[in-house]
């Protein structure tokens, strides 16, 4: 390899807008295909600089700081895919449903991974920066599932992003979601509260299940429509966060949501595939929040996909054919 290609020193001035991120952080955005462990053993000796000193990990960044990255070779195998006209299109304007200079709330297609990885070639956040060139800084203020759509909040600047998230764990940002699930929802029940533990597999797969032995979980449930005694939809607004809340509860309730791999009724799932209704039905319906900016109250509603709208057409005719 000439000497021209071998990999140089470089020095990166911190923007405004990533002030107050650390510095393992700052690195692992811009050393895309280089491994965590290169990354953390360059700074612990020292190679990395900042502002010419020595820094730890856990450093947190000033705007106009000078990061001095060493040599290291990136991966070119591992370079994110690039997006599709379509697709870099939707995220740039269909799928906004409100934007300012803080923050963009967007309706996340289902069957959408929100990051790469894990053997996902291409996240969300991804495609964004590539559906948005002109935004410095785009991070995620929470996470959905792969197949669950609605409202997902992007924060602008690392200021709204610390704002938001400080929501998330004060338990003040109220998320509701729809779901079908299978069978007629109890009247009684109109919260869940058990506890909810991961579950060993053999394969490695993320499974989560309720136990004593597991962290508190809470959702709180309310039937929207009932289609005779085999679907209810319902609302479900989970309290805390946990990994699959709502799918494991409604679950632990005898009524699994439609179309689930994971937890669902397979046959079931299979039979409104074939009718025109193949997804995970779960929709985050709805966010509110506080502005970071002004103080005020947002609440922001993401319409559902048209397959949503199957359910009813899929169920009468998987009724017929009884």
């Not at 690195?27 to 895309?32: E, F, I, Q, Y």
């Not at 070779?73 to 200079?101: C, F, M, N, W």
Request: some cysteine; charged content about 25%; hydrophobic content about 40%.
């Amino acid at each position: 390899m000439s000497e021209a290609l071998q990999p140089q020193v470089r020095f990166i001035d911190v923007p405004p807008e990533l002030a107050g991120q650390r510095l393992d952080n700052f690195l692992l955005a811009r050393l895309k295909g280089v491994p965590k462990t290169l990354i953390y053993r360059i700074i612990r000796k020292g190679e990395v600089r900042v502002n010419k000193k020595r820094a730890k990990a856990e450093t947190r960044l000033q705007a106009g700081d000078s990061v001095r990255v060493p040599p290291v070779r990136v991966a070119e195998k591992t370079g994110v895919p690039q997006v599709s006209a379509s697709l870099k299109q939707h995220l740039a304007h269909q799928a906004i449903l409100y934007e300012d200079d803080q923050l963009m709330l967007l309706n996340k297609p289902a069957g959408l991974a929100v990051h790469g990885g894990s053997g996902v070639h291409l996240g969300l956040i991804e495609a964004l920066r590539q559906a948005r060139p002109d935004l410095a800084f785009v991070e995620l203020v929470h996470r959905l599932d792969k197949d669950t759509s609605g409202c997902l909040l992007v924060a602008k600047n690392r200021q709204a992003l610390a704002h938001l998230q400080d929501q998330l764990r004060a338990r003040t940002m109220r998320k509701v979601y729809w779901a079908w699930v299978l069978g007629a929802w109890p009247e009684q029940i109109e919260q869940v509260d058990q506890p909810i533990v991961r579950i060993p597999t053999a394969s490695g797969e993320r499974m989560m299940g309720t136990g004593a032995e597991g962290k508190p979980a809470l959702t709180r449930f309310r039937v929207l429509q009932r289609l005779e005694q085999d679907l209810t939809l319902v609302q479900a607004e989970p309290v805390t966060g946990r990994t699959h809340q709502i799918r494991v509860h409604a679950r632990a309730v005898g009524c699994p949501l439609l179309g689930d791999p994971k937890y669902g009724e397979d046959q079931i799932n299979k039979a409104y595939h074939k009718a025109g209704a193949g997804r995970l039905f779960l929709h985050a319906f709805s966010l509110r929040f506080q502005d970071p900016l002004t103080g005020r109250e947002r609440c922001i509603e993401a319409p559902v996909e048209p397959l949503w709208e199957a359910v009813q057409a899929a169920h009468a005719q998987i009724g017929r054919s009884r």
